[in-house]
């Protein structure tokens, strides 16, 4: 006969340990870090920042603004590429630098890649203005790029380049070459377009618009759309 003793009747349970719960922070990451969301990631930091996965998510923005800066800069070279060819433009090596923090934002307009082409241009030739950096006090450096003289040309030399260091005073990027013997004044109009205007030692002079290629302030916002 088996023995009994009254104190062990009664019922009882097994207790199955379930582990850690997951934190907030480890739950938004789940979902959060596949994202390729910048705003999202900046979002997910601005709440866990102070975390572990704030890090990884840091880290995982620096990735994707890597990635973001090669494709815009491979966009550029494709499409200076194409108008180098189409108006046989000697475009030198160039590359843009995007302004600091504290440059003001009406100089920071004043980076990026404009073209004029409708053949009546300075000189009677086709044109790239190429401006790689600008600096808080108002410096501007980068290349005027033209083509082959025309009919109209002031002068019958080659087509070639000057490298730009010019000065931005208010709304107008103004640079000279040749001595002092020519100069070049840029002034931003609607539509991020630049009036230009042109006039040299003899008294020649002729303005005309230039047509944003590429740049920086407004690649930024059409990323934001």
Known sequence: VPWEHSALRGRFYFHVHAGPRLSEAERAWQTAKDMASGPALEAFIRRFGDTYYGDLAKMRLAELSQAGAAKKKGE????????????????????????????????????????????????GRDQLLIVTRVEKEGSAFGHYVFGPPGPKSFFQLPAGSHKIAGRIEGDTLSFS??????????????????????????????????????????SGRAARR
């Open 76 to 123: 550029l070279r494709q499409k200076v590429q194409f108008l180098a060819e189409k108006h046989r433009l000697p475009v030198p090596e160039f590359e843009i630098e995007l302004p600091a923090s504290d440059v003001p934002a009406p100089l920071q307009r004043f980076v990026g890649v404009w073209v004029h082409d409708d053949g009546s241009a300075v000189q």
């Open 177 to 218: 070459c040749c001595g002092g013997t020519e100069t070049y004044k840029y002034t931003p109009i609607d539509g991020n377009r630049m009036r230009f205007h042109y006039s040299n030692a003899k008294g020649q002079s002729t303005s005309h618009i230039f047509y944003p290629v590429w740049s920086p302030l407004e």
